[in-house]
Structure formats: structure tokens, C-alpha cells
């Protein structure tokens, strides 16, 4: 055995053939890795509890959405959100969003809010375009992207609390 790697290593084409059969494949790993790693966090999504139908296609997006988005987008950056700040922050401009609640600490508001429309539940297109597109966006135009991805928890048939984080100060 150790004669026949002597003799594979002995010329240098197969000293170079051998090594690209070594690095190559790791190389890609490597690479595969990194751009895994460097998804923008709107396509990322968590499902905490529950599978979620997936929609086939996207809304258009309604009248209270586009306001909300063209609000965000001209919205002077706030400062420092507290508690309350935060609840306003998502209650204006993610009006599908209700049942809010938030806690602070020094850096990050954690939120957790029921989606529903006028009271009802969201059907699955609107319920995946709002957490895969709408709420990214609009955080994202009010200064307060999320830190990380949104968390799903089902709390009953078409019932599910969304639970997110925001920097307390805007970028």
C-alpha cells in the first residue's frame, strides 16, 4: 500500500492530480457553506410548532399595505424605542398585526403579535406573503430590521402568534 502512494506521489501530474482530488471537493463545501450563510434574513423563516401550507402565489399588495409601506419609506428615523415605542412602531405600520406585545432590553425588542384581518384570520396566501415579504420590508424601511427570523407558534386552527426581534435603535 504505502509503495503504491509512493509511486502515485512520484511524478508531479500526480502529485497535482492528487491534491485537486483532495481540495476540490472541500473547497466546495467551503464555499456551499458561505453562501448559505449570506441569505438575507427575509428568506429565512422559523416554524416553531406548526407546518405551514405554503402559498402559490403573491397578493397584490392592498391599499392599507401600500400606505404603510410609502409611510415607512418617508418616516423620519426614530430614536431609541421602549416598550410602547416599539407596540406604536408595529401597530401603525403593520396594521394585519394585533394582540402586540413587546419587551426591551438594552439593545433588542422582542414582539409577539396574532396576524388577522379585520378580526378574522389570515387566509395562507396573505399569511405567507406578510411574513415572507411585508413585515421584512416595512421593519426594514422603518430602520428596524429584524435580527433574525421570524418564529411561528400555531395557538390553534388558523390561529398563530408571530414572535420577532428589532434593534432598539435605528439604522
Not at 10 to 20: D, E
Amino acid at each position: 500500500m504505502m509503495k503504491a502512494i509512493a509511486d502515485l506521489l512520484a511524478t508531479p501530474w500526480r502529485l497535482v492530480a492528487a491534491t485537486a482530488v483532495v481540495l476540490v471537493p472541500g473547497g466546495l463545501v467551503i464555499w456551499r457553506s458561505h453562501t448559505e450563510a449570506t441569505k438575507p434574513v427575509r428568506d429565512q423563516v422559523t416554524v416553531v410548532s406548526a407546518p405551514l401550507k405554503e402559498a402559490g402565489h403573491r397578493l397584490a399588495p392592498n391599499d392599507a399595505l401600500s400606505d404603510a409601506l410609502s409611510d415607512a419609506a418617508t418616516m423620519p428615523p426614530p430614536g431609541l424605542l421602549d416598550t410602547d415605542g416599539a407596540n406604536q412602531l408595529v401597530t401603525r405600520y403593520l396594521p394585519e398585526l394585533r394582540e402586540v406585545h413587546s419587551e426591551c432590553d438594552a439593545e433588542v425588542c422582542a414582539i409577539s403579535a396574532e396576524p388577522s384581518a379585520a378580526g378574522q384570520p389570515l387566509d395562507d396566501q396573505a399569511f405567507s406573503q406578510l411574513v415572507r415579504d411585508d413585515m421584512p420590508a416595512i421593519l426594514a424601511r422603518a430602520g428596524h430590521g429584524l435580527l433574525e427570523p421570524i418564529q411561528i407558534e400555531e395557538l390553534g386552527p388558523d390561529q398563530y402568534r408571530l414572535r420577532f426581534r428589532i434593534p432598539r435603535q435605528a439604522h
